[in-house]
C-alpha cells in the first residue's frame, strides 16, 4: 500500500493540520510521533528504503528496540504537513538496543527527526510500559494559553491540575489523573527528556514552563482531544484571573467527588485540597 494512503499517515497529517489551525504550531514549534503497530509496519514494507545511516537518539530506549515511528522532521513547518508530507515527516526504525534510529520513509529534502526525539522516545518508552502497549502518540504543541499560565500559577502539579479541573466541569472527566510540570529547561536535550518521562508514569500530560505541552493518548482523536481539552480550560482560566484574582463562585471539592461518584473514576485527594482563600489560587 502507498505510504501516503494508509490511515495511519492520513491520521497523523490531519492532527497535525488541526494543531496548525488552532495556533499552536508557529513556525516550526511543536513535534508529533505515532508508534505504528507491527500490521501497519507489515503494510509498507516494501516501500521502506534501507540506504540511510543509523544514527544515535541522544539516549538509549530499551524498551522500544525495533519499534517504527512515524514523526515530524527538525525544523519543519506544522503549516505545511499537509502540503508536503514526505518533506515534512519521517518513518524511522529503531536498533535492536534501543540506541540509534535510521530512516526508512520521508525527509525526501533531507534533514533529521525532531530535536524532541530523546523526549518523545523517552514518553514513549514508558507509556508504552504503564499502558501495556495501548498509547501510540506523543505530542508538543506551543499551547498559547497554558504557556501563559505557567507566568502566573506556581509551578507544582498539584495546583495546575487543581485550577484546569476547576476551570471547565468535564476536565476532570478527560484527565483524571491530573497534569505533571517541568520547570523551564533547556529544550531538546536528554536532561528535559528524562524529567518529562518522570512524569509521564503517573500524567498524560506534561507541561513545559515558559514553553509548551506534552501529550500522550492511544490514538490521534484522543490525543488531540486531551491537548485541547486542557488548553481550552487555561484559556478560561486567564479569562477569568484577567477579571478578577478571586473567583465569586467555583467548582468546590466536594463537587468533584460528586463527578467521580457520577462518572465512576477515581480523582486522588491531593488535588482536592481546602484552599486558605477559596475563591483564590493556593
Ligand atoms: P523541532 O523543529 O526540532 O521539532 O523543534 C520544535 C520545538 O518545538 C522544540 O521544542
Ligand atoms: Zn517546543
Redesign the pocket.
Known amino acids: 500500500m502507498k505510504i501516503l494512503d494508509t490511515k495511519f499517515v492520513r491520521g497523523f497529517v490531519k492532527m497535525a493540520d488541526d494543531g496548525f489551525k488552532q495556533g499552536w504550531h508557529e513556525r516550526?514549534?511543536?513535534?508529533l510521533s505515532y508508534r505504528l503497530k507491527p500490521s501497519e509496519v507489515e503494510e509498507i514494507r516494501p516501500r521502506l528504503n534501507d540506504h540511510a545511516d543509523w544514527a544515535p537518539i541522544g539516549t538509549s530506549v530499551p524498551g522500544l528496540a525495533g519499534e517504527f515511528f512515524l514523526i515530524?522532521?527538525?525544523?519543519?513547518y506544522f503549516r505545511n504537513i499537509a502540503v508536503d508530507p514526505e518533506a515534512c515527516l519521517a518513518i524511522i526504525e529503531l536498533d535492536d538496543k534501543g540506541e540509534n534510529y535510521r530512516i526508512r520513509w520521508g525527509l525526501v529534502e533531507g534533514g533529521r527527526p525532531?530535536?524532541?526525539l530523546p523526549a518523545h522516545m523517552m514518553n514513549h518508552e514508558v507509556k508504552k510500559r504503564v499502558t501495556n502497549g495501548r498509547h501510540r502518540v506523543i505530542y508538543?504543541a506551543?499551547t498559547t494559553n497554558i504557556i501563559a499560565l505557567t507566568f502566573v500559577l506556581p509551578l507544582k502539579d498539584e495546583i495546575f491540575t487543581r485550577e484546569l479541573w476547576e476551570s471547565a466541569t468535564e476536565c476532570p472527566v478527560v484527565f483524571p489523573d491530573g497534569v505533571g510540570v517541568v520547570p523551564w529547561m533547556v529544550?531538546?536535550g536528554r536532561e528535559i527528556a528524562v524529567a518529562t518521562s518522570r512524569l509521564m508514569e503517573k500524567y498524560d500530560v506534561a507541561i513545559w514552563a515558559h514553553?509548551?505541552m506534552f501529550c500522550s493518548g492511544e490514538d490521534f482523536d484522543l490525543t488531540f482531544g486531551l491537548m485541547h481539552t486542557v488548553e481550552k480550560s487555561a484559556e478560561i482560566l486567564l479569562k477569568v484571573l484577567a477579571v478578577t484574582p478571586v473567583k465569586r463562585q467555583t467548582i468546590t471539592p466536594e463537587n468533584f467527588r460528586e463527578v467521580a461518584k457520577g462518572f465512576h473514576i477515581s480523582l486522588p485527594e491531593r488535588f482536592l485540597y481546602e484552599k486558605k482563600n477559596p475563591g483564590g489560587i493556593e
Do not use: D, L, R, V
Request: charged content about 10%; proline content about 6%; aromatic content about 0%.
Open positions: 516550526n514549534g511543536g513535534n515530524t522532521g527538525s525544523g519543519k525532531t530535536s524532541e508538543h506551543h529544550p531538546g514553553h509548551g
